[in-house]
């Protein structure tokens, strides 16, 4: 089954450190970017980057740039997210996407077609 | 802040249609990039229901379309069920910005 597992809830105190995991499976990993989206409690969709991980090519969010890392192990189809020291602000669910590839007219397309169930994160004192 | 504008909430009786926009700019939708547009069922991750403006995946029923003009895209469901209650996104690209953009959100209540 294609499929992207992702680690699971955290409860963290402001200050700590965290990372979490997006095993993908059932698809040639290396050769979909996956991408991290925020969604904080009652709240829209927020895309923070992206990372090939192939190569580990990472792209962010100028929203998101410096406040989160995006890393990836190819040797084990896992890309991560991860901060040094969280925020109450960081209270969220965290989704990981693979951003999939049509062809619609002759013309490749991209889209996040694969998302993982998501992995609450809550900081509090 | 998002830089795809949708209406906060629509609404519909069963049987009806209702759409829902995305407002975007010069720089990702006027500037010709695709739209897609994703299903986030109470309690659940979101799900692709369009991608490239008008297209289904497999699976998505054909009472789901996509249309775009302009610099705004439109999702329509015809023939609302329950089953439709949810929040729907609308996610483009953005030149400005260098990466990806969703939209605030709709939440669609079937009445």
């Known amino acids: 089954e294609v499929q992207l597992v992702q680690s699971g809830a955290e409860v963290k105190k402001p200050g700590e450190s965290l990372k979490i995991s997006c095993k993908g499976s059932?698809?040639?990993?290396?050769?979909?970017?996956i991408g991290w989206v925020r969604q904080m409690p009652g709240k829209g969709l927020e895309w923070m980057g992206i990372?090939?991980?192939?190569?580990?090519?990472?792209r962010y969010s100028p929203s998101f740039q410096g406040q989160v890392t995006i890393s990836a192990d190819k040797s084990i189809n896992t890309a991560y997210l991860q901060w040094r020291s969280l925020k109450a602000s960081d209270t969220a669910m965290y989704y990981c996407?693979?951003?999939?590839?049509?062809?619609?007219?002759?013309?490749?397309?991209?889209?996040?077609?694969?998302w993982g169930r998501g992995t609450p994160v809550t900081v509090s004192s | 802040q998002s830089v795809l504008t949708q209406p906060p909430s629509v609404s519909g009786a069963p049987g009806q249609r209702v759409t829902i926009s995305c407002t975007g700019s010069?720089?990702?939708?006027?500037?010709?990039?695709?739209v897609h547009w994703y299903q986030q069922l109470p309690g659940t991750a979101p799900k692709l229901l369009i991608y490239s403006n008008t297209n289904r995946p497999s699976g998505v029923p054909d009472r789901f379309s996509g249309s775009k003009s302009g610099a705004s895209a439109s999702l329509a469901i015809t023939g609302l069920q329950a089953e439709d209650e949810a929040d729907y996104y609308c996610?483009?690209?953005?030149?400005?910005?260098?990466?990806?953009?969703f939209g605030t959100g709709t939440k669609v209540t079937v009445l």
């Open positions: 059932g698809y040639s990993f290396t050769t979909y970017w």
């Open positions: 996610q483009s690209y953005d030149s400005s910005l260098s990466g990806y953009v």
């Open positions: 010069s720089s990702n939708i006027g500037a010709g990039f695709d």
């Open positions: 996407v693979r951003r999939g590839i049509g062809v619609v007219n002759a013309i490749p397309v991209w889209y996040f077609d694969l």
């Open positions: 990372i090939y991980p192939d190569d580990s090519d990472t």
